[in-house]
């Protein structure tokens, strides 16, 4: 078997061939820097595990991201105080009896 001779290069294809070398070489406008797609990787890696320990809805049933969900709960009461659905509301003194004893007096 005799090797092939090489075919003689015509002027459009060592153009193409230039044109597709030179877009292969330079950055690409528009295209999100390669720190980007990092910086989205470390996002979804502490995103997807805090939704799941701490949103998801497993039900009644204890599970094991109770206590963890129980931490959380122990940490935002001590930073935003004690929720108002937890308080006790009271009417307010009914300041009718209050104006009707002051009249008669």
Known sequence: MSAQPRRPATLARQETFLRRMELKNSPVKGHPAPWIFKA??????????????FYVDYGDQEHVF?????????????????????TQVTSPPDQSSKSESATKS
């Open 40 to 53: 989205a990787g470390i996002g979804q890696l502490l995103t997807v595990p805090w939704y799941f320990m």
């Open 66 to 86: 109770s206590e963890p969900r129980r931490w959380l709960q122990r940490q935002k009461e001590e930073l935003f105080g004690t929720p108002y659905k937890h």
